[in-house]
């Protein structure tokens, strides 16, 4: 298994700009506590948002990068638990040929993927995993969504 290190997909010409396109469900957190993912566990803090994706799976967001991300969808209004939809937002995306570990932050959980699966970074040194297909139902190529858009 590679244990991925410092890297930057911005400078990886295999790696590509994918939105997104998911309702999801919502509960804040009353308590600090740890829930695992397929990919591995996830820890947060009382008031950060445990999601459970379209397909089923599960992961924790820490409040303030849940804010940035995702809209209520009524009648759920922000800071309720409830529905959200995933904005639009650019992610680099690449698709691993061999298992991979990876910590989702700076002295954060670590995150483990299988071949086929793709490695997600949503800012500089802040990353995901993604099984294959699950990534093929609610991801879109940035360029092939915003065209999408348009029509």
């Not at 469900?25 to 459970?52: C, H, M, Q, W």
């Not at 937002?89 to 959980?109: N, T, W």
């Amino acid at each position: 298994m590679i244990e991925l290190k410092n890297i930057d997909l911005s400078a990886d010409t295999s790696a590509a700009l994918h939105v997104k396109a998911e309702v999801v469900v919502v509960v804040f957190a009353r308590n600090d506590g740890e829930l695992l993912s397929r990919e591995g566990p996830n820890r947060y803090k009382t008031g950060d948002a445990l999601i459970t994706g379209s397909t089923g799976d599960r992961w924790s967001v820490s409040r303030s990068r849940f804010e940035m991300k995702y809209d209520a969808v009524p009648p759920t209004r922000a800071s309720e638990d409830g529905h959200y939809m995933a904005r639009p937002v650019p992610v680099l995306a690449k698709q691993m040929s061999e298992p991979f570990s990876i910590s989702r932050c700076e002295r954060g959980d670590t995150l483990h993927g299988n071949a086929g699966d793709w490695l997600l970074q949503y800012a500089p040194g802040d990353f995901g995993i993604s099984e294959n297909d699950r990534f093929a139902q609610v991801y879109r190529r940035f360029n092939d969504s915003k065209t999408n858009q348009d029509k």
